[in-house]
Each structure stands twice: as C-alpha cells, then as structure tokens.
C-alpha cells in the first residue's frame, strides 16, 4: 500500500464530519453539553426543534435495547434517564441509519444486535449503566459505513477481498485501505468529540487490551459482536464468526455457566428485538 494513497484515503475520510447526514443541531446540542452552565431543558428544547429528529431519538430509547420499552414520551425524559453522551451516541446512529441502509445491507441489523447484547453481557457481569454499553454496540462499526461511503471507489475491491480471499471485512479493509473501520471509528470519535468511553468502544473492540482508560467498555462491545454474529442477526459484511478473545472473557469474568445464562438472555432479547 502507498503512503501516499493511504494517506489521501485517511483525508478524504475525515472530511466525513461533515457528513450530510448529520443533523446541524448536532453541533448545538454539543457545544450545549460541554458547556457546565447550560441545563437539560434546555438541550431537550434544541433537539426537540427538529421532529425528525426527535421521532427517530424516541423510536430508538424506547426500543427493547435500552430497558424502558415505550415508555419514555419526551427527548427530556430521555435525557434525564439515559444522560447526554448516551443521547449524543444515539443521534449519531439514527442520522446515519439511512445511509447504512443504503451502503450496507444487514448492518443496521448487527448494529442493533450488538447493542442490545452489550447490554445483556453488561448487565450479566454487574456494570453499571448497561445504556452506556448498548450506546458503544450501536456504534462499533459506523466506520465501515464512512469508509463505503467517503470512498466508493473502495467499496467493490473491499467486498471482493471478503468473497474470494476469504477474508474477514476488517482484513479486507486493511487490505484495499491500509486500516480498518476500527482506525476510522477512533478519529471520527475524536472529530465528534465523543466522550473517551465510548471512543475507546468503538476504536479497540476488535482488541480491547489497547483501550488504556476504559477496557471493560471495548470488551463487552467486543464480546457483544461476537454474540451478534453467532446468532446471524444482521450482517458484519462478511458471514465469518469473529474470533472470541478468551482473555477478554477472563478479564469479564464470564465462565461456561455465566455465558449459558447470557445466551439464554439473548434468544428472548433478540425475539424481542425482532417484533420491536
Ligand atoms: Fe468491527
Ligand atoms: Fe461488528
């Protein structure tokens, strides 16, 4: 791989925070957040201006990923329940579901599963604030929806790469681009200014013992795709079950029974998921 076409590629992708798809109130509801003076009110205001927007904020907390099943009436509500990094995530996601749907088939799907069995696997092994995890798996492969998108010339090459060198989709983006959607997901989340949790999540699930602050998150996000795959909710872009990293298991503390229990969970989690 050139350097110098690596690098065009890396230019081209970052001008991916300025993504079309990304609602303008985006930006208001950051800087509104970062600021310590500014009240929930009134971050629940900006966004409720948008009703699109809101509808769809509302549509995805009161899915079964997030505990409250259609429940929560007002984006207030749900900022007060879920808390702003888990909304800012959220608006992220559903501003480039259609786009998702477009580029890559089945991707919504497996970002969905991976949510809701970040969830389970947090809840199983005792985190708090399960949402935050779930928020982490919606978000774990959006870089490979920039890179189809930001570079479609790549697009075809990188699928090809998974059909006939039998190839994982995070091989072949290495392969056609020099880096993976992991890479992507750590500069865009700098871009976006995620909160270090969720950016560590989504840059080092494929191997969670580099995230330096927040391992657990990277961990369940990495256990959640894993459980997503085995259970063919969705596609990854290719249909390889991912590696399950023991360590990672080790360091969750899920044993053979704490993993039947979380299996148990998910058959009925993702029933539900399905009829939501
Ligand atoms: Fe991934
Ligand atoms: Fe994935």
Redesign the pocket.
């Known amino acids: 791989m050139e350097q110098d076409l690596k690098t065009e590629y890396k230019g081209r992708l970052l001008a991916a925070k300025d993504l079309p798809t990304l609602p303008t109130v985006l930006d208001k509801v950051s800087r509104l957040m970062e600021d310590p003076n500014s009240s929930t009110e009134q971050i629940a205001r900006v966004i409720s201006m948008d009703q699109v927007l809101s509808a769809k904020v509302l549509k995805m907390v009161n899915s079964p990923v997030y505990g409250f099943p259609g429940r929560i009436a007002t984006i207030q509500h749900a900022l007060v329940l879920l808390g702003f990094n888990v909304i800012k995530g959220i608006i992220i996601s559903t501003s480039v579901f259609d786009i998702m749907e477009e580029s890559m088939k089945g991707l919504w799907e497996?970002?969905m599963g991976?949510a809701l069995a970040c969830s389970t696997v947090a809840r199983h092994v005792g985190f708090k604030d399960p949402e935050e995890y779930a928020v982490a798996g919606l978000l774990?492969?959006i870089g490979k929806v920039l890179a189809v998108v930001q570079l479609p010339e790549c697009k075809e090459e990188i699928i090809s790469a998974v059909k006939n060198d039998d190839l994982t989709y995070l091989e072949a983006e290495n392969k056609v681009l020099g880096f993976g959607h992991d890479r992507i997901n750590h500069w865009v989340a700098g871009y976006w200014n995620l909160p270090l949790k969720l950016k560590e999540g989504l840059a080092f699930?494929h191997k969670p013992s580099q995230a330096r602050h927040y391992p657990d998150v990277a961990q369940v996000v990495h256990v959640g795709?894993f459980l997503?795959?085995l259970f063919e909710i969705g596609s990854?872009g290719d249909d390889q079950v991912s590696t399950l990293d023991r360590e990672v298991m080790l360091k969750l503390g899920i044993d053979f029974p704490l993993l039947e229990k979380i299996l148990d969970d998910l058959v009925t989690d993702f029933e539900e998921l399905a009829v939501s």
Request: glycine share 10%.
């Open positions: 497996h970002s991976c774990h492969d699930h795709d997503t795959r990854g």
